[in-house]
């Protein structure tokens, strides 16, 4: 199983949790049929034209119809973003296997699923809403939840014993080691420039490569770069995880970003950041230390609110050997490398696990705060945007790219507050997909089918979809894609004492040829020549036979035999025995010599000659050693 | 040759023919043959080459030495040749054998030596100085070296390739310039045998298969008709234009960037630009060269004087070909028949355009780069397509932001190759800029300043796209109409203004220096034109623009500091202050804009900042500005005291040019407007009045300008003179020598200036009685120092003299100067 992501855009269906009690969002009409019906109005209210359920946000799952996970016996991590669904899996469906992943990537994944879990628990919610989810009534209910799909799959937020023991499974492994998978084949995860510990995979056999790329950057930020090179010669390339907005470069929107917080801030207003308490936010956090100086916001505070600010601030300090370059060689120095040790050192950058305790006696406005959810329905942020939204002085500012920003906004609506969308997504855009494939060269590209089609609002940017030869082979959500190609060989090594005994002989320049008699041996997908046993001795007779003593027979090889038959030169040689009346027709594969006096029919062909005669084998014996005189045997 | 240089010449070319005395200093030698060619023009060679054997005996030397390094060699060739340049002397080296073996297959030519590029410059060169009469012509014919140049055309160095190619030229033009003008015609009989050689040769070149010897004739004739105008030429081009028009029918033609150089040369040609048959040649070339290829062309025939009308509107279409092609391909309909509906549809247009990205982008960055030339110049097409060229221009740029949605499919292939392509961009922005100058409608005029607007927002432009956006912007504000009737912006340019000011607002808190700056010089240019206007001054007060202006003097980068301090200078002339802090913030009190550039002026550890300040110090003084007018000794004095201490001397200059527009306002009318012309008649009263030279005494002018006089940096020195000449004559009425020379103040401020010059500048002069510097005017001999000024720094350095002890001395020759090399 390739990655195991969970989609979190469910929740933008459900109403923000406040971690303070907000009496805008208790009050909220209930929402009622058109006829009047009011039965649902525990569960739907309404807020600005758009109908949220009341209850505990729910998560989309992956499909688990298709194939049974208890058979999956091994999944493959990309990034800590694409493993928020693995204790579904690993702790719900019978899942046995082994999960691979790098080591920061299931370090960061914790920090995220407990900052996820405990955003959810710490604001538990009575109320849970299922009478929406009947099919039938689903359909009477207003978009986007009438359109809402598997609802019923929908599952709660899972528990931190669940996220411990999901995460238990999983095993640790560093770039470019080699995973040996039950002999069968050998995955390698490659670095893929996106994220800490961010991965690309491998997955090969002796004759066979396939590359599953996921999440990957060819820019210069944090991660160690791309590993391109180890992608060429593939077989077959999956290519997921590209640029949410391909339209937006991640410089650019870094500029936006800057600028419109140094405006907001001038101005005395305060500006929120939801986002992932990892990744972006480390470059975000370093460009504002080169920022906040020439802009003249020295004086103005940063705050980063999160379960895991502490955490995810100090792990990324200590994940050295998976950084980049440049600063790999600052931790020699030795020197963090992060900017954001100094700006916490010089009090510019303050972290708190959470809005109570510390940080509201040390708030002072005006300020930046980064903090979660992304999606405005649970966390800190929830809190900040009911604070914030009635100035419009304030601003928010969106920079990851995972939830749209106008829906995460819908439950704060009317909302005075600016906003601002800046999607910061370094993973790869088509230009550098293009460049990308054209470096690596596989045979076949598959791609979901999104990336084969220009963006449905922008039909005319055929710029904006995969264009490579052989065109990528597209799958969309539960098809089922065979890969194209086929496995014909498989590599079998021969015992020493068995590659002694052979003999090669040579049957033209360069290539030599010898008969093997062994034994294959095949266990794990490993197959072995062994010298055959030898011819089993006399014995008593009376040990018992035990089942392994069992051995092939081994019959007395005929000698194979190659080389071509010159037709003329064997219709002369037929002729010196005496043969006349010999007729020759070329066939399409070969020749047809006619024994017309004889009735008998020697059929030459590339690989193969059939003498036919009727019933004289002494006859056919004679034909058969004259043909033999031409070829080689051994 | 004056005869201390005489003397040292024996031992220098001992020197120069000595191989275990190198000569180290190439430009040493280039100086030597400068010196011998200035002695040469003047008098004669032969004279010289008597009067000092030593310089024959060099160059005999030179031919025997197997060991001589390749540059004194290529150094003997070429002052032979500055030598044999007169034909007296020519003959005399010749009578000698010294230039056959020299020049010929017994010297350098047939030995290992001449694998050295240099020595084959040197070879080239030093025939090229001595090929400007007969008997040389005589000789390059004789000995074979015009075989030897045709070969050089071809060489690995570029350099002896392109000085053989020359000196080819020069050679025909000497052999042509002894017949009679105007009798060659085309026939080879009419032709002296050298030149005949030589066209040959072209032609032979012509009719290869070989691009590189196509390129090397091409590159020939177009020297030939670019600098020869004697009618010769004529008969040439009829001979050899044939052989040129051939080349077109090859495909593809070779060399076409040296063919279009020819045909434009020839066009160029006052001799030839009549002849018929040129133009059909040029047609036919637009015609069969490919869109880029022939773009140069099609620009420089429309920039000729006189040129048939077809010709001109052939060459237009081509120009308008690619941007016709986008409107085509962008149109969501079919359209009106615009102008440029003859050139659009072609197919090796579309093809080129479609081929590659870079096909592509080149074409289209040529097309707009050649219609930005063409814009301004008087004898462009007329009628201009003004409406259908903006809607190009303007669909280019949808196209490359990707807010166009063409929906055929070449219009979707374009889409995709110019995306984010900030070549296209910044190309088609400085055309747009240049398109500000025609008359638009409105609707269009809407449309530029929306694309702008969407370039200027989008966190997709790069900065250099821009900067280059914010300089169409400001063409195309600047062109904006006058409403009738009223002093004020139009109400289009004064709705624009509203989106514009949030705009810039964002980019001047760029995180990127270049758009900060980008935006502050914007700004800056905007106020200067519109800062008296009152909807301009009403929009940009209701923005932050003047306080995020205000804060970037503290910006990290230099330059933005710079730009802020021109830019905050700028709006503070018009009255445009930063509004108030908000009663919200305290803490932010508005600063003082003068303490905060003197601040600038005092401390800002770049240059770039104070130069700035200095500028915009002396543009308030200029102007009156109001904080100068309440007290404009004090603000001199400020002013000056910070320069006088500066390290960079530019600060230095500006500090002198503000003491003198200090002056000018001082003395009002009767003074001169432009005192560094001391040499004018005085025509205006000379008197200063003793009040006015108080006041200059107390702003400490006099320290200032004193201390100037002995600046290190000529540049100063040179002002502050003609500044301290203009006052000794406006000041002398004030008083007479005799009686301030005898106050001890003017003693010790004279003692003082003696150890200014001598590079004490440690302690200050102090207060000085209008008397006692008047005294001090009259006794430093200013004009002696002007006149030492005016001397290069390295007058006395560069005599030949110089050069050659120089040259001695590096050696080891001369003992007694080792001592300088240290």
């Not at chain 1, 998978?181 to 002796?206: D, E, K, R």
């Not at chain 1, 593939?234 to 929107?253: E, F, H, K, R």
């Not at chain 2, 030596?113 to 014919?141: D, E, I, M, N, Y």
């Not at chain 2, 190619?165 to 020069?170: A, E, S």
Request: hydrophobic share 40%.
């Amino acid at each position: 199983m390739l990655d195991c992501g969970l989609d979190m855009t469910s929740t933008l269906n459900f109403l923000p949790l406040p971690l303070v009690q907000s009496p805008r969002l208790s009050n909220l009409p209930g929402w009622s049929l058109k006829d009047g019906n009011a039965f649902l109005d525990k569960e739907l209210k309404e807020c600005s034209g758009h109908v949220f359920v009341d209850s505990v946000p729910e998560f989309c799952l992956p499909e688990t119809e298709l194939i049974d996970l208890s058979t999956v016996d091994v999944i493959l991590i990309s990034n800590y973003h694409c493993m928020m669904a693995l204790p579904y899996i690993t702790e719900h469906t019978g899942f046995t296997g082994t999960v691979y992943a790098t080591e920061p990537t299931v370090q960061i994944g914790r920090l995220l699923m407990e900052e996820l879990v405990n955003f959810i628990e710490r604001v538990p919610k009575a109320q849970s809403a299922s009478l929406w989810k009947n099919k039938d009534i689903q359909r009477l209910l207003p978009s986007p939840l009438k359109d809402a799909v598997e609802v019923s799959t929908w599952r709660r937020c899972y528990t931190m014993q669940e996220v411990n023991s999901a995460l238990s499974k999983i095993q640790l492994v560093g770039y470019s080691q080699k995973i040996e998978l039950f002999g069968a084949v050998q995955v390698t995860p490659l670095s893929s420039g996106y994220a800490l510990g961010s991965s690309n995979w491998i997955i090969q056999s002796h004759y066979e490569k396939v590359s599953y790329v996921s999440g990957s950057s060819l820019l210069t930020t944090h991660p160690q770069p791309m590993d391109q090179a180890s992608l060429k010669n593939s077989d077959v390339l999956i290519l997921t995880g590209l640029t949410q907005i391909p339209t937006a470069n991640p410089d650019g929107m870094v500029g936006e970003f800057c600028s419109n917080l140094a405006l907001t801030v001038r101005n005395g207003g305060n500006v929120l950041v939801p986002c992932y308490p990892s990744g972006v936010i480390y470059d975000l956090l370093e460009c504002l230390y080169q920022y906040i100086d020439s802009a003249g916001l020295s004086s103005i505070p940063f705050y980063f609110i999160s379960p895991v600010a502490n955490s995810s601030l100090e792990f990324s300090q200590i994940f050295a050997e998976w950084l980049c370059h440049n600063k790999q060689t600052k931790v020699y120095l030795p020197e963090p490398p992060f900017p954001h040790a100094e700006l916490i050192q010089t009090n510019k950058l303050k972290h708190y696990p959470s809005i109570h305790g510390d940080f509201s006696n040390d708030f002072r406005q005006p300020c930046v705060v980064f903090t979660g959810h992304p999606s405005l329905r649970f966390g800190d942020v929830v809190h900040f945007m009911e604070l914030w939204g009635k100035s419009s002085l304030n601003t928010v500012i969106f920079t990851e790219p995972d939830f749209s920003y106008l829906e995460a906004l819908a439950p704060y609506q009317p909302l005075a507050m600016k906003c601002i969308y800046c999607p910061i997504d370094t993973r790869l855009n088509f230009i550098q997909v293009s460049k990308l494939l054209k470096e690596v060269q596989p045979l076949h590209v598959v791609c979901p089918e999104q990336y084969t089609q220009p963006p449905p609002a922008q039909s005319h940017r055929m710029d904006l979809m995969i264009d490579c030869q052989p065109p990528a082979m597209s799958y969309r959500r539960a098809e089922v894609l065979a890969l194209p190609f086929k496995r014909r060989y498989e590599k079998i090594e021969i015992m020493p004492e068995l590659a002694d005994s052979l003999v090669p002989m040579e049957i033209k320049p360069g290539v030599s040829l010898a008969t093997v008699s062994a034994v294959l041996h095949t266990k794990d997908n490993k197959h072995v020549l062994q010298p055959p046993p030898r011819p089993a001795q006399p014995t008593g007779g009376k040990k018992r036979k035990r089942a392994s003593d069992d051995i092939p027979d081994c019959k007395v090889l005929k000698p194979l035999l190659s080389g071509s038959i010159p037709v003329e030169q064997f219709v002369q040689t037929l002729e010196k025995h005496g043969f006349s009346d010999i007729k020759v027709e070329d066939t399409a594969k070969g020749h047809i010599v006619l024994l017309q006096e004889a009735e008998t029919l020697i059929q030459i062909e590339e690989d193969s000659t059939h003498i036919i005669c009727d019933n004289d084998e002494m006859l056919r014996v004679r034909l058969r050693d004259l043909v033999l005189k031409f070829l080689q045997k051994f | 040759m004056d005869p201390e240089c005489s003397r040292l010449l024996p031992a220098l070319c001992a020197v120069l023919a000595d191989p275990r005395q190198p000569v180290a200093d190439d430009t040493c030698l280039e100086k030597l043959l400068d010196w011998f060619t200035t002695v040469t023009e003047a008098g004669s060679s032969l004279l010289l080459l008597q009067e000092n054997p030593c310089l024959v005996e060099l160059l005999f030397h030179v031919l025997k030495s197997q060991d001589l390094s390749s540059r004194i060699l290529s150094f003997s060739l070429r002052l032979a040749g500055i030598f044999a340049a007169q034909e007296n002397c020519f003959q005399y080296l010749q009578q000698g054998e010294l230039l056959p073996t020299l020049f010929g297959e017994a010297g350098p030519l047939g030995g290992a030596a001449w694998t050295a590029p240099t020595v084959r410059s040197g070879w080239v060169q030093g025939l090229r100085t001595l090929a400007r009469h007969p008997s040389a012509l005589r000789f390059l014919a004789a000995r074979g070296a015009v075989d030897t140049i045709f070969s050089l055309q071809g060489d690995s160095s570029l350099f002896v390739a392109s000085a053989a190619g020359q000196l080819l030229v020069h050679i025909l033009d000497l052999a042509m310039r002894g017949t009679a003008e105007g009798r060659c015609g085309p026939q080879a009989c009419d032709w002296p045998a050298c030149a005949q050689k030589v066209v040959c040769h072209i032609e032979d070149s012509l009719c290869s298969t070989a691009t590189p010897q196509v390129t090397q004739a091409l590159n020939v004739l177009t020297t030939v008709f670019g600098h020869c105008h004697g009618l010769w030429t004529q008969g040439l081009w009829v001979r050899l234009s044939p052989l040129v028009a051939r080349l077109l029918e090859k495909d593809p033609v070779p060399a076409s960037h040296s063919l279009v150089d020819l045909l434009l040369s020839v066009a160029r040609s006052s001799v030839l630009s009549s002849d018929h048959g040129l133009w059909e040649t040029l047609a036919q070339t637009l015609s069969h060269l490919s869109p880029t290829q022939a773009g140069p062309l099609a620009l420089g025939i429309l920039e000729l004087q006189d040129c048939p009308q077809a010709l001109r509107t052939q060459a237009f279409g081509l120009l308008l070909q690619p941007l016709a092609c986008v409107l085509e391909a962008a149109a969501q309909a079919p359209g009106p028949p615009g102008l440029l509906e003859g050139a659009a549809g072609d197919s090796m247009t579309v093809d080129t355009l479609l081929s590659s990205r870079s096909a592509c982008v080149g074409l289209l960055c040529c097309a707009l780069a050649h219609l930005g030339l063409l814009q301004p110049l008087p004898q462009r097409p007329s009628p201009w397509p003004q409406v259908p060229l903006l809607g190009a221009v303007v669909t280019v740029l949808r196209l490359c932001s990707g807010s166009a949605a063409p929906t055929s499919d070449v219009g979707g292939r374009l889409c995709a190759i110019l995306v984010g392509c900030g070549r296209v961009q910044r190309a088609a922005l400085d055309f747009l800029g240049a398109l500000s100058q025609g008359t638009s409608p409105q609707e269009l005029v809407t449309q530029v300043f929306s694309i702008l607007l969407e370039y200027l927002m989008s966190p997709e432009s790069s900065s250099m796209v821009l900067k280059k956006a914010f300089q169409a912007t400001l063409r195309w504000l600047l062109r904006s109409p006058k409403s009738p009737g009223c002093c004020d912006l139009d109400p289009h340019t004064q709705l624009f203004l509203r989106e514009l000011l949030p705009v810039l607002q964002k980019r001047l808190c760029s995180p990127c220096w270049e758009v900060r700056d980008s935006g502050l010089e914007f700004l800056t240019q905007m106020t200067r034109h519109w800062g008296g206007q009152a909807g301009f001054r009403q929009a940009l007060l209701a923005s932050e623009v003047p306080e995020l202006t205000m804060q970037l003097l503290r910006d990290p980068e230099s330059y933005v500091r710079a730009s802020a301090v021109t830019a905050t200078g700028q709006l503070s002339s018009w009255g445009l202050r930063a509004t108030p802090a908000s009663p919200e913030r305290p803490g932010a009190e508005q600063e003082s804009l003068l303490g905060e550039l003197l601040r600038i002026l005092s401390t800002d550890s770049e240059g770039f900042p104070r130069r700035a300040a200095m500028q915009v110090f002396t543009e308030w003084l200029r102007d009156g500005h109001a904080d100068v007018a309440e007290d404009p000794e004090r603000f001199v004095a400020g002013v000056l005291q910070a320069a006088s201490r500066d390290l960079d001397w530019e600060v230095r200059a500006q500090g002198l040019e503000l003491a003198l527009v200090f002056l000018e306002q001082l003395l009002g009318q009767r003074g001169s407007r432009c005192p560094y012309a001391v040499g004018l008649p005085e025509t205006a009263p000379p008197g200063m009045p003793a009040q006015a030279l108080q006041v200059l005494c107390r702003v400490q002018l006099f320290e200032f300008a004193f201390r100037a006089l002995f600046d290190c940096d000529r540049p100063v020195a040179r002002k502050s003179c003609d500044l301290l000449l203009f006052l000794r004559a406006k000041a002398a009425p004030c008083g007479s020598p005799q009686e301030a020379g005898d106050s001890p103040t003017a003693a010790s401020a004279e003692a003082m200036l003696q150890r200014w010059q001598a590079g004490e500048q440690g302690q200050p002069l102090g207060y000085l009685e209008p008397g006692a510097v008047v005294a001090v005017l009259r006794s430093v001999d200013l004009e002696g120092l002007r006149d030492t000024l005016a001397e290069s720094s390295d007058h006395v350095e560069k005599s030949p003299q110089s050069l050659l002890q120089d040259m001695l001395a590096a050696v080891g020759v001369l003992g007694e100067n080792e001592a300088d090399c240290y």
